[in-house]
């Protein structure tokens, strides 16, 4: 079984920045996609960004796109979700996930599952 636990969530305020960690263990994650979801008050889990097992493709939601960056350090079985430029409408909490589809947007084709940690962005 494998483990992905995220830290770094917390309350910024609106046009800042702030980076998400995920560290995975227990299994070869370094083989697998892995991105982030993310669950706001009363509304479906919608995807943010996946990165390919290498890190050198990377598939992002229209909304963050060029203002989140997806990383992952395979040494250290880490995924990171630099976001910049924060808005009130990011407030949500933040999932890691691993797959076997990159360019997957759809909670089904990932596997794993962290337990999640919140982003709250006030105005």
């Known amino acids: 079984q494998g483990e992905l636990v995220e830290s770094g969530g917390g309350l910024v305020q609106a046009g800042a920045s702030l980076r998400l960690s995920c560290a995975a263990s227990?299994?070869?994650?370094?083989?697998?996609?892995m991105g982030w979801f993310r669950q706001a008050p009363g509304k479906e889990r919608e995807f943010v960004a996946a990165?390919?097992?290498?890190?050198?493709?990377?598939n992002y939601a229209d909304s963050v796109k060029g203002r989140f960056t997806i990383s992952r350090d395979n040494a250290k079985i880490t995924v990171y979700l630099q976001m910049a430029s924060l808005k009130p409408e990011d407030t949500a909490v933040y999932y890691c996930?691993?797959?076997?589809?990159?360019?997957?947007?759809?909670?089904?084709?990932?596997?794993?599952w962290g337990q999640g940690t919140q982003v709250t962005v006030s105005s």
């Open positions: 227990g299994r070869t994650f370094s083989s697998y996609a």
């Open positions: 996930t691993a797959g076997i589809n990159w360019k997957s947007d759809y909670e089904k084709d990932y596997e794993y």
């Open positions: 990165t390919s097992w290498s890190g050198r493709s990377t």
